[in-house]
């Protein structure tokens, strides 16, 4: 009888409310997730994980001493090692934060997030200069991430910030936190920096409360 895949990880700093809420956006964005409703107190977060080619659901459960386990019933267990990797990797990436760090890239881009905060949406030329900043502080803070697995110019200079994100994802298998919402803003921009569009006053508020989220996550 096969038995029972089970895994158990210890995730520093996983218990963070922050912490918590970017691993379940990580998760989301390759798993189906079921949240438990309501579980005990050393509990932190407890979900089941489904995505196509996954015979059953996996297990997951977050405790309050930093322990992360995973199961799934033995009919999971020939792809329980990949799924144990990526994971790992999703968890090791949610208690990653690069804002709260000592870099030029990160103070800059948070000096620009409080610049940001002083000007109106209520204004066109404002509205147009918050999502032109917030484009530039996503930018940074993309790149202050890439900056931790590739030292190469040519790679952390890069115009798109999408091939940037395509790297963090495809070549050093991180799962980037509200990545589509990165790319979005950076297409509205250009909208603004090339074609002169003024963006409505919903896509502004949504381009500043989303990169003041992922600066404070990512």
Do not use: W
């Amino acid at each position: 009888m096969t038995p029972q895949p089970r895994l158990q990880i210890r995730t520093p700093g996983i218990c963070d409310d922050t912490c918590i809420k970017k691993l379940k956006v990580l998760l989301a964005q390759v798993y189906t997730l079921t949240e438990v409703p309501n579980p005990p107190n050393h509990i932190r977060f407890k979900s089941e994980l489904r995505k196509v080619g996954l015979p059953r659901e996996v297990h997951l459960e977050v405790f309050s001493n930093s322990n992360v386990t995973l199961t799934s019933s033995p009919e999971v267990a020939p792809l329980f090692p990949q799924i144990s990797t990526e994971i790992d990797g999703i968890l090791r990436e949610a208690v990653t934060i690069v804002s709260g760090r000592d870099s030029i890239r990160a103070a800059r881009a948070r000096r620009i997030k409080d610049y940001v905060s002083t000007l109106s949406v209520d204004d066109e030329i404002q509205r147009m200069a918050i999502v032109t900043l917030c484009d530039v502080i996503l930018d940074l803070m993309v790149t202050e991430k890439l900056s931790y697995f590739t030292g190469r110019r040519d790679e952390l200079e890069n115009e798109s910030v999408g091939a940037k994100i395509s790297l963090l994802e495809r070549q050093h298998h991180v799962q980037l936190y509200k990545s589509r919402t990165i790319r979005d803003v950076r297409e509205l921009r250009n909208k603004i920096a090339h074609g002169g569009a003024s963006p409505a006053r919903e896509e502004v508020v949504y381009s500043r409360d989303e990169t003041f989220d992922i600066f404070s996550t990512l």
